[in-house]
């Protein structure tokens, strides 16, 4: 069952996002067969790390653990009052009250609520709202016959989220893929940082 959903997404990937000399970002979709979870290998931050990621087919943006150990030289705040952070849509600003300051904390910066569907928690109780980031995002091209280089791309928009919305996510996840219908989602952020 998890090989038609790998060909699905990796067709997609080759149709919809096209670089440049013909090229496509590939990745492919893997089955966690405990929780029946399908999942995205991605490469994220300064140094690139690997980063899993469950799929969420409905998720407005992606979110990721950045509390424990979320080290990159390259990420960012997105700030109240920004163009960016109007893009994101977030209806809320936040401040951070404790330190030190790092990827999960900072002032004026852009909130979002990210989610965990699977158990339908969107930590409003005991998680809140959490710092919308920007950083680096690669994965593997091809010109559709072999692999190619590494796509890189900057400045991708995502979500913090506390540890308490990886509860019960596919082994070694450290977040969701958020690739429902916005201008935030994976896809809407590959298609639109390529096309620039």
């Keep these: 069952m998890s090989l038609p959903l790998s060909i699905l997404f990796s067709f997609t990937l080759l149709l919809l996002y096209a670089l440049p000399l013909q090229a496509a970002f590939l990745s492919p979709v893997r089955k966690d067969h405990t929780t029946l979870q399908y999942t995205l290998p991605i490469l994220l931050k300064t140094p690139l790390q690997p980063t899993q990621l469950v799929l969420d087919l409905g998720g407005s943006f992606s979110w990721i653990n950045c509390y424990n150990n979320y080290t990159s030289s390259t990420y960012h705040h997105i700030f109240c009052d920004t163009p960016l952070c109007t893009y994101t849509q977030s209806f ?81 996840a450290t977040g969701m893929a958020g690739l429902g219908r916005s201008n935030i989602s994976l896809q809407a952020q590959i298609y639109d940082k390529r096309s620039q």
């Excluded at 910066?109 to 690669?138: K, M, Y």
């Design 92 to 172: 809320a600003c936040g401040n951070c009250y404790d330190k030190p300051f790092g990827p999960n904390c900072a002032n004026n910066t852009c909130d979002l609520f990210p989610e965990n569907p699977i158990i339908r928690d969107r930590g409003l109780d005991s998680v809140g709202l959490d710092d919308a980031l920007t950083d680096t995002l690669a994965l593997p091209t091809t010109d559709g016959k072999a692999q190619g280089p590494l796509g890189l791309v900057h400045d991708f928009i995502f979500s913090c989220a506390k540890a308490s919305l990886l509860k019960k996510l596919a082994n070694g």
